[in-house]
Every structure is written in C-alpha cells, then in structure tokens.
C-alpha cells in the first residue's frame, strides 16, 4: 500500500484530473462530481476490506497473511500511538528533513538545470559530472553522508536533497530547452536584459516542467529519507517503523507505513495545488483530450 | 475606469523613425547563410512591405534588423551607426503566440514600460489607452489564452507601439487569421500607425496586403533586394487603379521567377 501511494507521488502530475471545457477564471473548476467521490472512497474502503479479510482468515495461498497483524489491528494500534507525543516527534522529525531536503533540491535543482540548460560553459563543467552522479542511488551515499557530516540530521537531509535534486535538474533542463524562441526575442527587442529574460520568460515557462520534476522529486525524496532513517536515523518515522519490526510490533510497522502514505499524500498534493495555481495560464484541457473511460 | 483613461489617447511620439540600412549583408545563421548580398535602405518614416515566397529569408532579415542576428558579413545600420544588438526602438511584432501566455493582455502590454522603469500608474495608463486604441478596452485582465488570433494580434500591436519605438519591425502579423480578420487588422494598423512616426518594416507573402500597406515593397529572393514604389499607398480604392495592376502583375511575375 505504502508503495502504491509513493508511486502515486511521483507520476500524479502525468494524470492530473480533467479540468472539463475551460472552467471560468476564478472558478474553483476541477470539483469531483459525488459519483467520482463515491468510487474513490469506496476503492479505498475495499482494499481496507480485503486486507482485513485476507489476514484475519490468516490466508495462506503461497503468499502468507498469518504473520500480518489485521486492519482492525493496525487502526487499533494507529489510535494508541496518536495519543503518544512520541508518534507526533517522529512525524514532525521526518517532515522537517524531507521539506528541508525537497526545498534544497528545488532551489539548486531549477538552478542547475537553467544554468545548464543556458549556457554552453556551465554545459561542459557540471554536464559530465551530474551525467556520472546521476545513475548513483541517493541512498547508497549513507556511508558518504556519514563520514561528510558531523551528524546524522544532516547526512539525512543530505541525501533526501540529492535525491530530489536530479529529478529536478533534468526536468528543468528540459523544459528550458523546449521554451519556444520567440517569447525570449519578443522580452529582447522590448528592450529586456539578460534578468529579464530570466525572470519573465525562462522560470515561467519552464514553470510546467520544472513541476513534473519538483512532483516526481518528492516521491523519491519520500523513499530516500524513509530508508536512511531506517539505516541510520534516530527518530523519525522510518526509524520507529523500522524498530517496532525490531520488537516484533507489527502493527507498529504497518501504522508506519499507512503515516508515510498518508504523509506523501499531502505533500504530493500540496506540490500539485501549488503547481496548478502557479500554471493557470496553461490552455485549459479539452474534454478529447483528457477524458478517457473505459 | 475604462473609459476614462481611453479618452486620454495616446501621446503622439515626437521622435522621428529610425533609418535602416543593410550594406552587402550577408544574412542567416552561422554556416546557414539565407541571404547575400543584400542592400536595402529603409527611409525614415516609411512602411516598407517586403515579398517573398516562404523560406526565403524575410524573417531572418527582419530578425537582422531587430538585433536578434548578426550579420554574418556587410553590416547592418540603424540611423548609420552598426546594429549590434536588440534595442526598445525596434520592436518586433510576431505572426503568432508572441505574446507572454503566463501574463495578462495588461501584463504584456506593460512590460516594454515596466522594462523602461515606468512607474506602475503610469503604466496602467498607457497600457489602457493603447488597449483603447486597439479595441480591446476591457480584455485587460484576460490571459491571451481567452482571446482570438485577431485579438491577440492586437495586444501585440498595442505591446509593440506602448514604449514608442522608432521602428516596428513586422513578421507576417496577420498570416495567421482569416480573410476578414486579416481587412479588419490592416485598417487598424493603418489608423493606428498614423499617429506615429515609426519605420515599419512589414513581412509578407500577401502581395496584396503589400500593396495595400507599402509606400514601397522590397522583393526578396533571387539575386539582388529590388524596391517598387506603391503608386497611392493606403488607398483602399488604389487596388483597381491599372498601374497597381500591373505593378501586380510585375511583382507576381518575379515571385514565380525566383
């Protein structure tokens, strides 16, 4: 479940709901209808359901529930620990590494890739190297993080802004690169510098772009500050999940796991309300275009 | 608030219109050269239409002659001193989206005035004057996205001759819209073009709406730039006159020959 909802994170922008024929401006647009609504809790219901049924029957089908604690038990132990100060420690301590972290990536990431994408010299300096980085899984730079940093709240943070930090890069970089010339030779012959060009053409247009990237950032950032505090953290909500396992607290592990979701969730939805407000001005989607039922 | 600020009409620009000039230039881009060769004086003042069949290398001398290009040999002058770069006084109009999508109608329209350091009232003021003139007085806070081609064309209209530049260098402004449209904005232009004293040059591949336009149309491709004076320039009724026809005819002659 937890993967599915980072997975959702980081390709939500790719299939953001239809907008219908252009909703007017101002108009709060893009409302579920209660039929939309409906089928989307009761997918979430159901597969509350089938977890419920397939570990309280303890299902042994190849695949083994018996060791898995039921969703009746999950959201017992889920309103123990909502009552502990501790469980809202943790989930304070991973938010604040992952907007730390996902905040670094966005500001050098959307730098990076501009200046890359603008200028042949920073093309050839930091090109090759960022090619070489890239492939380099964030969370196998923990034992690098260690040793670099003189505690591990940084070495976490670390490597939550690497990880975001490419997918951004490369997004940016991209989109810059597509912006049509004209927009720049029309801010040029107003008279514009280099700034203005910068400021009213390149970061707005790229602006889309740059989103996906900053979407699919915070999925990946999600995963990379969950593993290295399971590897080497000291709270957070990866290390508690991970040390409930420890203590063969499985509903512990599984109230970790449904915290992490429900968190990327918010936060995949408040880069995507953030990015929608900024891009207004996108052509809105035609019916055609988006709308596609089975 | 509309129509308030649409009775203070623009000011009429005292400046007069840049000459340009293009001394046996060689046009395109690095080791694409488009044209050679290419000698052209354009007067103070003029609308100076400019014909050729599509590839042949108008827009890249409208883009030489906006600074967006350089020469890649001979020069290319502005009032004589060597164009070396883009410049507020030659504003470029584009044939489509060359407005900001991310910016309002007044948004666009502004921006030259808020480059220039104009305060925000005045801007405003300006801005809503020219989207008067233009016909668009209360689309100011649309996003160009909500307008027609035609509408859009007039905001870029209105942003080009908003800062007053001494030239308007026009790419095919009109290429894009229907028939009707296309009369519609011709007037316009005219009218509005009136209370300037801009050089215009203007692109296109409508030899009519070059006729229509010109006080002189340059015919490009094909050898050496020639320049045909239009015998009454911006008479609608000048179309049927017989030495319109047959400079018709001549232009035509030498667009199927190149």
């Given at each position: ?92 301590d991973s938010?604040r590494r992952i907007l730390l972290g996902f905040l670094l990536a966005a500001v050098l990431g959307?730098a990076t ?13 930091l090109?090759p190297v960022l090619e070489l980085l890239r492939p380099i899984p964030a969370i196998a730079l923990v034992p690098v993080a260690i040793l670099l940093f003189p505690g591990t709240e940084q070495g976490i943070v670390f490597i939550t802004a690497t990880a975001a930090y490419f997918?951004v890069v ?47 950032g915070?999925?990946v950032a999600?995963i990379c500050v969950i593993s290295a505090e399971m590897l080497s953290g000291q709270y957070g909500?990866g290390y ?55 | ?258």
């Amino acid at each position: 479940m937890t993967v599915q909802t980072l997975d959702a994170a980081g390709g939500s922008r790719t299939n953001r709901p239809e907008s219908g024929p252009a909703p007017a401006p101002g108009a709060a647009g893009r409302r579920l209808g209660w039929r939309r609504r409906l089928l989307r809790t009761g997918s979430v219901l159901a597969a509350l359901g089938l977890w419920q049924l397939l570990t309280g029957l303890q299902v042994r089908l190849w695949l083994d529930f018996s060791q898995l604690p039921t969703t009746l038990q999950v959201a017992d132990s889920l309103r123990q620990q909502v009552g502990t100060a501790l469980y809202w420690e943790d989930l304070g301590d991973s938010l604040r590494r992952i907007l730390l972290g996902f905040l670094l990536a966005a500001v050098l990431g959307t730098a990076t890739g501009v200046l890359v994408a603008r200028s042949r010299t920073a093309e050839d300096l930091l090109g090759p190297v960022l090619e070489l980085l890239r492939p380099i899984p964030a969370i196998a730079l923990v034992p690098v993080a260690i040793l670099l940093f003189p505690g591990t709240e940084q070495g976490i943070v670390f490597i939550t802004a690497t990880a975001a930090y490419f997918p951004v890069v490369v997004s940016t970089r991209h989109a810059v690169r597509a912006l049509s010339p004209v927009w720049e030779e029309a801010v040029l012959t107003l008279g514009g510098g280099r700034l203005r060009v910068l400021a009213q053409v390149v970061l707005p247009g790229a602006l889309p772009g740059i989103l996906g990237g900053l979407s699919v950032g915070m999925g990946v950032a999600w995963i990379c500050v969950i593993s290295a505090e399971m590897l080497s953290g000291q709270y957070g909500i990866g290390y508690r999940t991970w040390q409930d396992y420890t203590v063969v607290d499985y509903p512990g592990v599984l109230v970790g796991m449904v915290s992490i979701g429900l968190l990327g969730r918010i936060t995949a939805g408040a880069v995507e309300l953030v990015g929608r407000r900024l891009t207004r001005w996108l052509p809105p989607r035609t019916e055609r275009s988006t709308a596609w039922t089975p | 608030m509309d129509t308030l600020t649409a009775a203070s009409a623009p000011v009429t620009d005292p400046r007069p219109g840049l000459a340009l000039g293009l001394r046996r230039a060689e046009l395109g881009r690095p080791g694409a050269p488009v044209l050679r060769g290419v000698d052209l004086d354009v007067r103070p003042g003029e609308l100076l239409t400019v014909v050729g069949r599509s590839g042949c290398g108008k827009s890249t001398l409208l883009r030489t002659l906006a600074g967006l290009l350089p020469t890649l040999s001979g020069e290319a002058t502005a009032d004589g001193a060597a164009i070396t770069g883009p410049d507020a006084d030659r504003a470029l109009v584009f044939q489509e989206d060359g407005l900001l999508p991310w910016r309002s109608v007044r948004g666009n329209v502004e921006l030259p005035l808020a480059i220039r350091g104009l305060g925000r009232a005045e801007r405003r003021d300006q801005a809503a004057g020219w989207l008067a003139r233009v016909g668009l007085p209360d689309r100011a806070r649309d996003l160009p996205q909500r307008l027609s081609g035609g509408q859009r064309q007039r905001v870029q209209l209105a942003r080009a001759l908003v800062g007053s530049p001494r030239a308007v260098l026009m790419d095919e402004p009109f290429g894009a819209l229907d028939a009707r449209t296309r009369g519609e904005m011709q007037l316009l232009l005219v009218d509005v073009l009136g209370e300037t004293r801009a050089t215009v040059v203007f692109v296109t591949h409508d030899v009519d709406e070059a006729l229509l336009l010109g006080d002189r149309v340059a015919l490009l491709g094909g050898g050496p730039v020639r320049t045909l004076d239009v015998p009454s320039p911006r008479d609608p009724d000048a179309a049927a006159l017989p030495e319109t026809l047959s400079l018709r005819e001549q232009i035509l002659a030498s667009l199927r020959q190149s």
